[in-house]
């Protein structure tokens, strides 16, 4: 098998149809397997998706949603693919894309990950799909949203094409196209992450395993995010901020002195209490 093509649904038969269907449009000259996770969906979703695509999908039907990272990693366990691709239930693969990241990597082996263009539906680029790997300085200037001109402040990596291809630090896990060698050196992702946080972390131990990391801008997936303005659901804004705070934990707070690391600390905190209240003020969706 060449690819594994890992996806995770949590009640949302609509979206995964599409995302899987979108996989099916095209024809490939390599082997593939799709594999989805159901994590523990309360509605019908589970079974409308085994109905559709009968035998052509491989279905893992969680007992719990213990999140994102958990339920990619059922699935990751099982992956016969030489790689494997985790993909969001909301995405849409254009044509040639998985194409034409399965040439690169089999031409590049010494390439442990690539991640492609992310659109947003407005078209708009996700910039979650090139950046760097958060530090306490790049982190400050984001989330207080102060412009810089400094490269190394530049986490969105913004000043970079959003077409070509090259080096970079973080892939987004809506979409990961990695090689299954270097996923069995660094280890399946981290569970200790409920859903967000886990594709950061994947990716600093896969550089820091000695892969290179690769953004594919020639190639383009549709990731259908909700919009920013709508109500979000309040264990989704803490879940945001408690990987802020697991990452740095896990990667820089040993390197970094006690008050560094309690300014960090109160002020993760401050900004989740910040944000759970600003969002009591919000429209639901």
């Not at 896990?250 to 008050?259: G, I, P, Q, R």
Request: a negative charge; hydrophobic letters at 40%.
């Amino acid at each position: 098998m060449d690819l594994s093509v890992v996806i995770v649904n949590y009640q949302t038969f609509e979206l995964t149809r599409n995302t899987i269907n979108s996989i099916f449009e095209y024809s490939y000259p390599f082997s593939y397997e799709i594999l989805v996770v159901d994590n523990a969906s309360s509605d019908d979703s589970l079974s409308k998706l085994q109905d559709y695509f009968k035998d052509k999908v491989t279905f893992i039907a969680s007992k719990e949603n213990n999140g994102f990272a958990a339920g990619n990693n059922q699935a990751l366990r099982v992956a016969k693919g030489r790689y494997v691709l985790l993909l969001n239930s909301d995405t849409i693969v254009w044509e040639n894309t998985l194409e034409n990241i399965y040439n690169y990597m089999e031409k590049h082996t010494d390439v442990g990950a690539s991640g492609c263009r992310v659109l947003l539906e407005n078209g708009d680029l996700d910039k979650a799909c090139k950046r760097s790997f958060p530090n306490v300085k790049n982190s400050f200037f984001r989330l207080f949203h102060i412009p810089t001109n400094s490269k190394d402040d530049n986490y969105n990596l913004d000043g970079l094409p959003d077409d070509e291809i090259y080096e970079i630090d973080c892939l987004t896990g809506a979409f990961m196209f990695m090689r299954a060698e270097a996923l069995n050196e660094a280890g399946l992702l981290d569970e200790t992450f409920f859903m967000y946080g886990e594709d950061i972390d994947l990716c600093y131990r896969i550089k820091k395993a000695g892969w290179k990391i690769i953004y594919y801008g020639e190639s383009k997936i549709t990731h259908l995010k909700g919009a920013s303005s709508k109500k979000q659901k309040n264990k989704l804004i803490y879940e945001f901020y408690r990987a802020m705070y697991i990452y740095y934990k896990k990667h820089h707070a040993d390197e970094s002195s006690f008050l560094v690391n309690i300014v960090v600390y109160i002020g993760i905190a401050v900004l989740c209490v910040l944000k759970l209240f600003l969002n009591l003020f919000k429209k639901k969706s």
